[in-house]
């Protein structure tokens, strides 16, 4: 099957690539980014690289018009931007979503498109099941425009799917792995990562007792290469995560563990690292049921094996 992938080049679109691959399809990547992270795909028979954005409609009418499936994942993630560049993230991820959307009705395109964990926001219900509540703070907080840009995108999937046109959605809920990140920017692991690897203490913020559930990038890319590949699960929202979860000061010893690192741990305030356009969200787990029973996923890789693996790539690459 012919695919495209936007933002392919990125850290999930780069092993859902592998993996679509590997599954013999052919895939095409829209990536205005650097292409570091599918360099060893590069020169592959079924692989194409175009270096472009989703905000430029005439390439991405071309290339929608070619394939079967899209895969949406382009966007601008990370909390430096939701605090750094809201502007940025609104756009690409309101606009870039609005673009892909109207492409694929134009060609009658099966879409399926990457939203996230933030749009439960910090709703005190857990575990989240697909249809729950979305509880955010004030637009005064930049940390919300994310969450509500990717709310908006899949309003808008909604919207174009009661026209007619296929749609399924996948919330990711920290995925990490190879390739994350730059060390040191970025999402938490890859912050930790930087610091482990000089040796420098790892920066908790507060007492370290907010959860995530991290998953492992193999997992996320095959529940959602499944939820692409599988026309059944039109119209449905998926969570893509583990349930299993783990305390940031948890995380932290861990890490330090499994590397054999002299670094300690050192406890700083929220406000050091990200100023007062920030908030933090307690606790976050995904109700992964409906992952497993209709995405034909079975056990997950545990976060000591998945750790494991993504410090020895980072190591390697270091
Ligand atoms: N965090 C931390 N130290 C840091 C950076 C982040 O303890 O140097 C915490 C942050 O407060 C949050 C968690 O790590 O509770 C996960 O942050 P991340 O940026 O990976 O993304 P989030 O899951 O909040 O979207």
Redesign the pocket.
Known sequence: MKILITGGGGFIGSHLSELLLAQDHEVFILEPGGTAKVRHLIGHPRFRVVRDSVMNVEILDSLVAQVEIVFHLAAVV???HYVGDPYEVLNVNVNGTQNVLKAAFKYGRRVVFSS???VYGRNPKLPWSEDDDRVLGSTRIDRWC?STSKAVGEHFCFAYRKLGLPVTIVRFF?IYGPRLDKLDV???????MG?LLRGEP?????D?K???CFTYVTDAVTATANAGLRPETDGAIFNIGTDVETS??D??KLMIEISGSSSTIKF?R?EE??GSS?E???R?VPDARRMHERLGIGELVPLREGLAKTIEWFRSEA
Do not use: H, K, W
Request: glycine share 14%; hydrophobic share 40%.
């Open positions: 990370g909390v430096e996230t964990s933030e994310y920290n970025g999402r938490i692991i890859t912050i930790f610091q790892l920066t908790v913020i507060g370290g907010q959860t995530r940031i000061l995380l932290a700083v929220q690292v990200y920030y933090d969200i307690g976050r």
